[in-house]
C-alpha cells in the first residue's frame, strides 16, 4: 500500500512538472492590428517594423506578435480583431485611427491599446496609448510654474479636436487668463486675432500720441514722434504668454496674425502642443522661440537611427509609440506573472520607456513629457 501511494505520488509530481512546463513554453501572443495594405499601409508597415524590433530587445521567447490587416476600416478592424480573439488574444495594439474604434467593444474579453491620442467617447476596452491632450496640457501647466508665466491665453482651433483640449484643460486644472476659439480660415483668424490683442486700439493709441506730441511743447517731441513712427502699436498686452492648440500650417497661420497686430514671440510666450520636432518650424524665425511639450528627443534620434540601420528607411511617429507599447506590455505582464486578467492595465503603475515615462492607472495612459524650445536653428531641451 505504501509503495502505491509512493507511485501516485511520483505520477502526480510528474504531471505537475509536466503541466508547468508547458505553460511556460506557452507563448503570450499580442495582436497588432494596423493598415497593412491601402491608403495608409507605410504607417502600418513602419509601426509592424518598429515592433518587431521591440520583440528583439526584450529578447523572451515568451512574446509573440501576431499583425492583422486593417485596411483602416472599421469593419475589417472588427473582424480580424474576432480572428485574433479566436486563437487566444487578450491584448491587441492598434487600431491607429479613432474612426476604427466603433465596433470594438463588442469584444468585452480583449483591451486594445490604440495608438490614437483621442480619450473621449472611446469603449470602454480602448485604452488611448497616444501623446493625449491631457499629458500635454500638464506639461505646459509645469511650464507655467517653471517660467512664472500668470497670464496664459489659450487659442484653441474650432476642429473635431476641441472637445479634447477643453476636457484636458478641465481635467488639468490649468491657470488660464482667456480662452478662445478660432477660425481655421485665415481672413476671418485675422480679424479675430485682432479682436483679441486690441490691436486697433492699441493702434488708434499710437496715433493719438503722435498728434498730441505734434501739438504740444515738448522740446525733444522730434526725436519722440521719430520713434514712435518706428512702431506699430502703443500699449500692453493683458497676457503674458498664449496657447496655441494647433500643428502644421494653421500653427504658422495663428502665429503669422499675432505678428501682424504687433505680438512676437519677443513680447510674449508662444507655446503650443507637441510638434514632433518638425524641422520646418526652424525655418520660421519670425515665430521663435516657440515652447513645446513632446517625447525625449534623443531616445527618438536614436530609434530613427537604430531603425534605419536595419530596415534602410525612416519609421514614423506612431511607430516610434508602437515600440514602446509593447515595452509596455511585456512590463505589466511580467510584474503580474504572465498571467493577463481584467486589471493588468487598472493597477496604478509607471514604465519608463523611451518616449518618456508612461503613467497606468484605471485602464488609462497619460505620459509625462518633456518640454522644449525652437530657437537659434535648434530644439533645445527646458526640462
Partial sequence: MKKIIQIITLI???SLININQTFSSEKIKIGLIVPLSGEYKE???SILKATRLAVNKINDNKIEIVPKDTKSNPEITLKVS??????GVRIIIGPVFSKNLVYLDQLTDITF???TNINKKNPKNVISGGINAISQINAIKRFQEFSKLERSILLIPNSNFKSEIEDAVLKTKIKLKDKFIYDSDPTILTSQIEKLTRYQQRKQNLKDEIKRLENSDDPNKEKKILNLKKRDTLGGIN?????IADFDESLKSVTTSLLYTDVSSIRVNYITLNQWFDKSILKEKNLQPIYFPSINKENYDNFVSEYFEIYEDYPNQISFLSFD????VYFLLYKNEFVIDNKIFYKKNKFKGKIGIFEINKN?????????VAENNNFRKIF
Fill in 82 to 87: 474576432q480572428e485574433l480573439q479566436e486563437k
Fill in 113 to 115: 491599446l490604440s495608438l
Fill in 43 to 45: 504607417i502600418g508597415n
Fill in 364 to 372: 488609462k495612459i497619460s505620459h509625462i513629457l518633456n518640454f522644449y
Fill in 239 to 243: 497676457f503674458d504668454s498664449v496657447i
Fill in 325 to 328: 507599447l509593447v515595452g509596455l
Fill in 12 to 14: 502526480l509530481i510528474c
